[in-house]
């Protein structure tokens, strides 16, 4: 299997003030073409710091990070911003849509962002809303979408320029028990299409889902 995540000994540290927060502690993980690896941890034990890095929302104190065999650590923030946009694709728990927009507009703004033309972003998002299974309600702006719609939204707004690798942040937190099930299975459909999947959980019920399942407290991977 072709390696397309690899961290060695990184570390994350906040400073507040006077107090000091090691958030990774000389973390080492590797992740492979086409897997779905979720991540599971208590609130404060470094997943999201760890998601991320491996996002390229944020950089390590120490440590390398390896995305297809590139070394991000070493990147500018514009350089980094180039390559996350063409390669990975974000779930969050709180979904970001914007209000004023419809499905398809949300779908449609990282496209225009990238410089994506009209026509072809149109067809793109048309296509990720289809595939979630929000081609009737396209036109529909947030508030006028349930919450496991709005989740789905959001999820063809991350798959709508195809990246390779999805990272979802505890991307059924915000969800009853049916839409829930209805996101994860989008995610698992995605990864039998190739897609790496990195999910962020609390819960061990949805860790489940992965095929990997990988355990972190206090900034640390203990399995």
């Given amino acids: 299997m072709k390696e397309i995540i690899r961290l060695e000994n990184v570390s994350r540290t906040y400073h507040t003030g ?16 086409g897997e779905f690896v979720a991540v599971i941890g208590q609130s404060g034990s470094g997943k999201s710091t760890l998601m991320n890095i491996l996002g390229c929302l944020d950089t390590a104190d120490s440590g390398k990070y390896y995305l297809n065999r590139t070394d991000i650590s070493s990147l500018s923030e514009k350089k980094m911003a180039y390559i996350r946009s063409r390669t990975i694709g974000f779930i969050f728990q709180s979904f970001n849509l914007i209000p004023t927009l419809t499905a398809v507009e949300n779908v449609e703004l990282p496209l225009m962002y990238r410089g994506v033309g009209r026509h072809e972003r149109y067809v793109l998002a048309k296509s990720a809303l289809e595939k ?57 459909s995605m990864n039998v299409e190739g897609v790496t ?11 489940e889902s992965a095929k990997r399942c990988i355990k972190i407290s206090d900034g640390q991977i203990i399995s």
């Fill in 132 to 188: 979630v299974g929000l081609a009737e309600r396209m036109y529909h702006k947030p508030s006028e979408l349930s919450g496991g719609q709005q989740q789905r939204a959001a999820i063809a707004r991350a798959i709508a320029a195809k990246p390779e690798i999805l990272l979802a942040d505890e991307p059924t937190g915000s969800l009853d028990k049916k839409s829930g099930k209805e996101v994860l299975n989008i995610i698992r």
């Fill in 18 to 33: 006077s107090e000091e927060l090691n958030a990774l502690k000389n973390v080492n993980l590797k992740i492979g073409s």
């Fill in 197 to 207: 999947v990195v999910m962020i959980t609390h819960d061990n019920s949805i860790a």
